[in-house]
């Protein structure tokens, strides 16, 4: 019979990338994560001797616990998440399940980490559009949901990189930008090695209305006609990010279930009377 406390790697999958996705916490010994070095979206790396330490973050959220096999590590760390009142599970399997089931594993040294924020710190051009939107959606969907976001003039982007260490993104000349005719997101996609059917999708629309390539996918128009509005809606870039973070959370439930779906009017049942 299957604990009332584990999460299957489908389930989990389901919910990576989506608003509801628990906090997911990779409790790995150093030498197995040092074996394969690779995380599943959005897992934060943490000893699982000091697992009730991440309770008061962890509060009022729901939390998966994932070590190599989904054996004793696991299992007893989120035992001890539950004592503090935390809704804990673990992943059944651990990361050889997911491993097995084909499912994405992000290089764990793409992963830009800050010493002093304690979550990833990232810079760009302020007033974003589209690509400065999609980016950060993807990482906090995807990679860290914790990120943070600087927007500053785009005189300024790299000298703030330098006196604060936060990753430069979306500008000329560095590692997080675009390449040939391909746009930011497609490149983290890419190298956060994301091959997740829906994302890809994603991508080409993004790649299309953020390099106007309306050819590309019929959506990229209306992407660029959403962009632009937030744009015109929002004086905050933080304020604009938020509301875009719907947006696209929108653009991939649709890529992930509805590309199948129509909509017309009159509907049949009217046809029908």
């Given at each position: 019979?299957?604990?009332?406390?584990?999460?299957?790697?489908?389930?989990?999958?389901?919910?990576?990338?989506?608003?509801?996705?628990?906090?997911?916490?990779?409790?790995?010994?150093?030498?197995?994560?040092?074996?394969?070095?690779?995380?599943?979206?959005?897992?934060?790396?943490?000893?699982?001797?000091?697992?009730?330490?991440?309770?008061?973050?962890?509060?009022?959220?729901?939390?998966?616990?994932?070590?190599?096999?989904?054996?004793?590590?696991?299992?007893?760390?989120?035992?001890?998440?539950?004592?503090?009142?935390?809704?804990?599970?673990?992943?059944?399997?651990?990361?050889?399940?997911?491993?097995?089931?084909?499912?994405?594993?992000?290089?764990?040294?793409?992963?830009?980490?800050?010493?002093?924020?304690?979550?990833?710190?990232?810079?760009?051009?302020?007033?974003?559009?589209?690509?400065?939107?999609?980016?950060?959606?993807?990482?906090?969907?995807?990679?860290?949901?914790?990120?943070?976001?600087?927007?500053?003039?785009?005189?300024?982007?790299?000298?703030?990189?330098d006196r604060f260490g936060a990753t430069p993104f979306d500008v000329e000349g560095v590692f997080w930008?675009?390449?040939?005719?391909?746009?930011?997101?497609?490149?983290?996609?890419?190298?956060?090695?994301?091959?997740?059917?829906?994302?890809?999708?994603?991508?080409?629309?993004?790649?299309?209305?953020?390099?106007?390539?309306?050819?590309?996918?019929?959506?990229?128009?209306?992407?660029?006609?959403?962009?632009?509005?937030?744009?015109?809606?929002?004086?905050?870039?933080?304020?604009?990010?938020?509301?875009?973070?719907?947006?696209?959370?929108?653009?991939?439930?649709?890529?992930?279930?509805?590309?199948?779906?129509?909509?017309?009017?009159?509907?049949?049942?009217?046809?029908?009377?």
């Open positions: 019979m299957a604990s009332p406390n584990t999460i299957t790697p489908a389930q989990l999958t389901r919910l990576i990338g989506t608003p509801d996705a628990p906090m997911l916490i990779d409790i790995c010994i150093d030498d197995d994560f040092k074996a394969d070095p690779r995380v599943i979206p959005t897992a934060l790396r943490h000893s699982f001797a000091t697992i009730t330490d991440l309770a008061p973050a962890l509060s009022g959220k729901r939390a998966v616990v994932i070590c190599q096999k989904g054996r004793k590590l696991s299992q007893g760390a989120a035992a001890l998440l539950r004592t503090k009142g935390i809704q804990a599970e673990y992943l059944e399997g651990g990361n050889f399940a997911w491993r097995d089931a084909g499912l994405p594993l992000i290089p764990a040294d793409k992963i830009p980490t800050h010493p002093h924020h304690g979550t990833t710190l990232w810079v760009t051009r302020h007033r974003p559009k589209i690509d400065r939107i999609a980016c950060p959606w993807l990482i906090r969907r995807f990679v860290d949901p914790n990120a943070q976001f600087l927007f500053v003039s785009p005189s300024e982007v790299m000298n703030v990189a930008s675009h390449r040939g005719d391909t746009c930011t997101f497609d490149t983290m996609v890419d190298e956060f090695a994301l091959d997740i059917p829906a994302l890809k999708h994603l991508a080409t629309i993004v790649r299309g209305a953020d390099t106007n390539r309306h050819d590309l996918a019929p959506e990229c128009a209306g992407l660029l006609a959403a962009s632009l509005g937030l744009s015109r809606m929002y004086r905050d870039d933080l304020e604009q990010l938020d509301a875009g973070l719907s947006l696209y959370d929108a653009f991939y439930r649709w890529s992930r279930d509805a590309t199948n779906e129509s909509h017309d009017w009159p509907t049949s049942q009217n046809q029908k009377a």
